[in-house]
């Protein structure tokens, strides 16, 4: 299979709006126009682009991929992501694997690399080989065939699997995958941030949680995600901010809501973050055409 032939199908199928949820991990993403910079929260995944090309910035670190290329994040990062290169006569295209953690179960972890032994940034661009392009083509190719998806999915996944682990960017793999490692216990800390973002953050807690002394926690978690854990805490309550902000919600109540105690610095920082004040951000999304 050629990385031609994965684009053609990639381009055909992502055409249906609504495509049945066949293989789990697996979504096709289109865009046919550029994109100014978004705040999303992205999850483990492995984002392989086929055509076009995208920009994403983490804290201070900003990483551009385009086709035959990969990004892999092995933890929950906030980011600022936009397409740099798409249009109607040639869309951006895209196949994104969420790697959660009972993928685990797909096997061939024992064949990934040994992790460092100190912790790497949580994430990498990759090239793709021809050996991926293959299984990542009889993979996609099995929404045409729905009966042999669930016979024939959980094979190419442990395929694709083992031949991204063979590459520079395996560990992250197991990291990503939860298989020991020091990102893994920055992802706990992650985790309790994104389930309590609403309170203050205390270093001496968030280390305790990750189970390491506060001075190595705080060198390891800005190592993992390029960001302090205050930052990734101010990023993660304005990420949400922003979200109850398009359900109309207002500017005064969505700073409370997200545990401001001042509506003046949440707009603030609101707007250091998105580049507008949040009702000028929001009023912006909203003036845009649909996709």
């Given at each position: 299979m ?24 697996l ?5 046919e126009?550029?994109?100014?910079y ?23 670190k ?38 959660s953690?009972?993928?685990?179960r797909?096997?061939a ?15 990498a661009v ?12 009889r ?11 669930a ?19 395996g ?19 992650i ?29 390891r978690f ?61 009023l912006?999304e ?6």
């Amino acid at each position: 299979m050629s990385l031609p032939e994965l684009r053609n199908l990639t381009d055909r199928l992502s055409k249906h709006a609504a495509l049945p949820n066949l293989i789990p991990n697996l979504a096709l993403r289109r865009a046919e126009r550029t994109t100014g910079y978004e705040a999303l929260m992205y999850e483990p995944m492995i984002y392989f682009v086929l055509q076009g090309e995208k920009q994403l910035s983490i804290g201070r670190k900003t990483l551009t991929y385009g086709a035959a290329h990969f990004l892999i994040l092995s933890v929950d990062v906030p980011v600022n992501a936009r397409v740099l290169q798409a249009s109607n006569e040639k869309p951006f295209l895209g196949i994104e694997i969420r790697l959660s953690p009972d993928l685990a179960r797909e096997g061939a972890l024992e064949m990934l690399p040994a992790l460092p032994v100190e912790a790497d940034p949580a994430f990498a661009v990759g090239s793709l080989s021809g050996a991926t392009v293959d299984v990542l083509t009889r993979l996609t190719a099995l929404m045409d065939t729905p009966a042999d998806a669930a016979h024939l999915a959980p094979l190419y996944t442990r395929e694709l699997l083992y031949r991204i682990g063979q590459g520079p960017q395996g560990h992250l793999l197991r990291d990503a995958l939860r298989i020991g490692g020091q990102t893994v216990q920055v992802q706990r800390a992650i985790d309790w941030i994104k389930a309590n973002f609403r309170e203050k953050i205390s270093i001496d807690r968030l280390a305790d949680i990750a189970g390491m002394g506060v001075t190595t926690f705080h060198r390891r978690f800005k190592s993992v995600t390029n960001l302090s854990p205050g930052a990734y805490h101010k990023m993660v309550r304005l990420h949400e901010a922003r979200r109850l902000l398009l359900d109309a919600r207002t500017v005064s109540s969505v700073a409370f809501a997200v545990g401001y105690e001042n509506a003046s610095q949440f707009s603030r920082e609101y707007a250091v973050m998105f580049g507008a004040p949040p009702r000028a951000d929001v009023l912006s999304e909203q003036s845009r055409p649909s996709r």
